[in-house]
């Protein structure tokens, strides 16, 4: 019986296997649309990296080293040949001179092959570089096609549109808008009007090290110092600091070689009259800034190294109760700012009868510390990010994103006008810029960014 049943089930299988199947279906697939070119954007993404990497801020800076040697070197030869002229006693003297002229002529002459060799490489890779750019624009026009659900393009629709919003919030600002600010009698440059690209980049001498800080140019400078510049790096917890740093030029502040060096304010950090917060500005060899836990200014005598403080009017904010703020952060400790132009010293901050609202003071440059005269602005302290002065007017920068800075605000100490249309746009090296400061001497704006080291120059009428 197992047997039988055995045999009758392998007759079914066999017969199963050599009946054709009446229900087997066969689909062919078309793609209508071409296929993505995934190997076309490698090579994009591979040319935009090859780009990035080839172009770099350290090359602007090699050319502006290269220069600023070559500036400061050729006054130098000019008063050493005009020694030689007027002194020549046609013996010893004059033969050590024109030896000593021969070679500055040397090193000028090795210093001008190498400023030429670089500009001829940097035109070469400017040639390169934009038609690279140019190839990518029409290779990404190319693989705009692919997009069928118009991605891209609704990127680009929106981002239209949020720059159509902030202009049209500009225009909404309920501020008088002068068409042109009348030229002031104390200002000799013009009206201000734009800023350019970035003309110092550095890392400085602790690259990366000491996020917070500030730098520039004392204004007043003791004779034979006209050439210095001054850091001040917040060492002790990105938010305090005891001395301020002295470079004897440009060049020495680009490659870090500090001469004289340090000059210290305290031994311990912080304490009662070290500095607090990056907001700090040297004028008439003095370092003027934020004390440490008070709602007061002090001015350190470089020379004398002395101290001496203004308490700010009652109710004044301190200790990192109003700080400079975009909608991702608050810079720690910046509830003043200090700040120079043509006419002296600055202060910045806010008090609880303000609302927080910026409440600027000019100050007096001597020895006897206190304030002049004082006015009350309706710009919110806490929606700015730095504020700096330009012959007697105040102006406000806020963040727009990690690459873009701008400076939107105004008020004219002699008018009392406020603008906020003022639409000046700071290209930033680096996010944050902790710390801004007009430098009346070049009419640079000096900016500590994350560590980094930048000037701007300012463009007037």
Not at 70 to 99: A, F, H, T, W
Not at 130 to 139: F, I, M, V
Not at 174 to 186: G, L, Q
Not at 289 to 308: E, G, P, S
Request: aromatic letters at 10%.
């Amino acid at each position: 019986m197992m047997l039988r049943g055995i045999t009758l089930l392998w007759a079914l299988v066999s017969l199963t296997q050599q009946a054709p199947s009446q229900d087997k279906c066969v689909c062919e697939f078309e793609n209508s649309q071409n296929i993505f070119p995934r190997e076309k954007l490698s090579t994009v993404e591979e040319g935009a990296s090859k780009c990035n990497s080839d172009i770099t801020p350290q090359q602007t800076l090699d050319l502006e080293i290269l220069l600023l040697g070559l500036k400061r070197r050729l006054p130098q030869l000019e008063g050493d040949v005009s020694i030689l002229e007027k002194e020549d006693d046609g013996d010893l003297y004059g033969v050590v001179s024109l030896q000593v002229v021969e070679n500055e002529l040397l090193e000028i002459r090795q210093l001008l092959d190498r400023l030429n060799s670089t500009s001829r490489r940097y035109q070469r890779l400017t040639v390169d570089a934009t038609k690279q750019l140019e190839d990518l624009k029409e290779e990404m026009e190319e693989m705009e096609m692919f997009d069928t659900l118009q991605v891209v393009k609704g990127q680009q629709d929106n981002q239209r549109l949020k720059r159509d919003l902030d202009q049209c919030r500009h225009d909404l600002q309920p501020s008088i808008h002068p068409t042109r600010r009348p030229e002031r009698a104390d200002c000799p440059h013009g009206d201000f009007k734009n800023i350019s690209g970035p003309r110092v980049y550095t890392a400085g001498e602790y690259p990366g090290s000491y996020i917070y800080g500030a730098w520039g140019q004392d204004p007043k400078p003791e004779v034979g110092k006209e050439d210095w510049y001054w850091v001040v790096m917040l060492t002790s917890g990105n938010k305090f600091s005891n001395y301020v740093r002295r470079y004897s030029s440009l060049s020495s502040l680009v490659i870090g070689k500090s001469v004289p060096g340090n000059t210290l304010i305290h031994t311990a950090n912080p304490t009662t009259n070290t500095i607090q917060g990056p907001n700090a500005v040297l004028y008439g060899e003095a370092l003027y800034y934020n004390c440490y836990n008070q709602d007061a200014v002090c001015r350190f005598n470089l020379t004398a190294k002395t101290v001496i403080n203004l308490k700010l009017p009652p109710g004044t904010r301190y200790n990192s109760k109003s700080n400079f703020c975009h909608l991702d952060e608050c810079y720690h400790f910046t509830d003043m700012d200090l700040m120079t132009d043509e006419s002296g010293v600055w202060v910045v901050y806010t008090t609880t009868q303000d609302h927080g609202n910026i409440v600027l003071s000019k100050m007096t440059d001597g020895e006897e510390l206190r304030l002049t005269q004082t006015w009350h602005t309706s710009v919110y302290k806490q929606g700015v990010t730095n504020t700096f002065m330009i012959c007697g007017v105040l102006y406000a920068t806020r963040y727009v994103d990690k690459t873009i800075e701008e400076i939107f605000y105004s008020f004219d100490t002699m008018t009392g006008v406020e603008r906020f249309d003022i639409g000046v746009f700071i290209t930033k090296m680096t996010p944050n810029i902790y710390s801004l400061n007009y430098s009346p001497v070049d009419q640079m704006l000096h900016v500590y960014s994350n560590a980094k080291i930048l000037s701007y120059k300012v463009i007037f009428s």
